[in-house]
Nanobody, 115 residues
Framework: QVQLVESGGGLVQPGGSLRLSCAGSAFSFSVYTMAWYRQAPGKQRELVAQITRRDTTNYLDSVKGRFTISRDNAKNTVYLQMNNLKPEDTAVYYC?????????WGQGTQVTVSS
């Protein structure tokens, strides 16, 4: 059974940092494009960052220079390092794995940025 399990969310003050992790299992992790999406209350889900099988990365404009996506294929894990967090980064963050027409999703992890 395919699983994507996120961890690392929580409450952080503005300007703080968090690192999200997403561990995948039961699929060929290394060939999938991995991504992080987020969804804030009342808003549509949006792509935050993605990393291809060849380590090409892409970021939402508002997180460029603050967030870094990386992957460790030996551990079947993708990471999202989030620095200088802002209140507008508050959302549920979801891990996604994509290959051709196949998509897998994690259950989501809450990130709250508040003083």
């Amino acid at each position: 059974q395919v699983q994507l399990v996120e961890s690392g969310g929580g409450l952080v003050q503005p300007g703080g940092s968090l690192r999200l992790s997403c561990a995948g299992s039961a699929f060929s992790f290394s060939v999938y494009t991995m991504a992080w999406y987020r969804q804030a209350p009342g808003k549509q889900r949006e792509l935050v960052a993605q990393i291809t099988r060849r380590d090409t990365t892409n970021y939402l404009d508002s997180v460029k220079g603050r967030f870094t996506i990386s992957r460790d294929n030996a551990k079947n894990t993708v990471y999202l390092q989030m620095n200088n967090l802002k209140p507008e980064d508050t959302a549920v963050y979801y891990c996604n794995a994509n290959f051709a027409s196949t998509d897998f999703w994690g259950q989501g992890t809450q990130v709250t940025v508040s003083s």
